[in-house]
Nanobody, 114 residues
């Protein structure tokens, strides 16, 4: 059974940092492209950052220069380092991966206070 488990969310002041982790079980995470998405109340889920199985990264314009996605294939984990957080970054964050993006984690809440 495949599971993606996110962790690392929380409450942080504007300008602060958090590191999210997404650990996979039941699947070799390194064999697939992986993405971090977020969804704020009343808004559509959006792709924040992605990393290919070869390590190429891409970011939404709203987070470029502030967020960094990385992966540790030994730990079967993908990270999202978030710096200079803003109140508009407040959302539930989800990781996604597997064949054709078949799998989602349960989400972790990030709340940035002004």
């Amino acid at each position: 059974q495949v599971q993606l488990v996110e962790s690392g969310g929380g409450l942080v002041q504007s300008g602060g940092s958090l590191r999210l982790s997404c650990t996979a079980s039941g699947i070799d995470f390194s064999a697939y492209d992986t993405g971090w998405y977020r969804q704020a109340p009343g808004k559509r889920r959006e792709l924040v950052a992605a990393i290919t199985k070869n390590g190429l990264t891409s970011y939404a314009d709203s987070v470029k220069g502030r967020f960094t996605i990385s992966r540790d294939n030994v730990k079967n984990t993908v990270y999202l380092q978030m710096n200079s957080l803003k109140p508009e970054d407040t959302a539930a964050y989800y990781c996604n991966g597997g064949f054709l993006g078949s799998y989602w984690g349960q989400g972790t809440q990030v709340t940035v206070s002004s």
